[in-house]
């Protein structure tokens, strides 16, 4: 069974923050980089984070300006989001993903594996 779950959005003030986690099938997550992407509503989906499958290398979009973390614990099957110093243009709904080919995550593009459902990042002022 695969499965990716999201949780950990929800609504904020600007300048909070969030931590996202996405729960990972052991078959679709062990030896594989991971990665999370959004949307925003009328956007086209945008590469947000990746990282390796060994956790030492992470790459972010330019938007994230050092206010997001990304991470993994390899023991609990979790890749996380850390969202600091958020924006309403961080609003979108968020999800993470298993790139197939772990040269991928150099590209910042999303991932091109399987995907979650999302989870729901609203930022007001």
């Known amino acids: 069974q695969v499965q990716l779950v999201e949780s950990g959005g929800g609504l904020v003030q600007a300048g909070e923050s969030l931590r996202l986690s996405c729960v990972v099938s052991?078959?679709?997550?062990?030896?594989?980089?991971m990665g999370w992407f959004r949307q925003a509503p009328g956007k086209e989906r945008e590469f947000v984070a990746s990282?390796?499958?060994?956790?030492?290398?992470?790459y972010y979009a330019p938007f994230v300006q050092s206010r997001f973390t990304i991470s993994r614990d390899n023991a609990k099957n979790t890749v996380y989001l850390q969202m600091n110093d958020l924006r309403p243009e961080d609003t979108a709904v968020y999800y993470c993903?298993?790139?197939?080919?772990?040269?991928?995550?150099?590209?910042?593009?999303?991932?091109?594996?399987?995907r979650g459902q999302g989870t729901q990042v609203t930022v007001s002022w």
């Open positions: 990282i390796s499958w060994d956790g030492n290398k992470m």
């Open positions: 993903g298993q790139y197939r080919d772990e040269r991928w995550i150099t590209t910042r593009r999303i991932p091109g594996g399987y």
């Open positions: 052991f078959h679709i997550f062990d030896g594989y980089a």
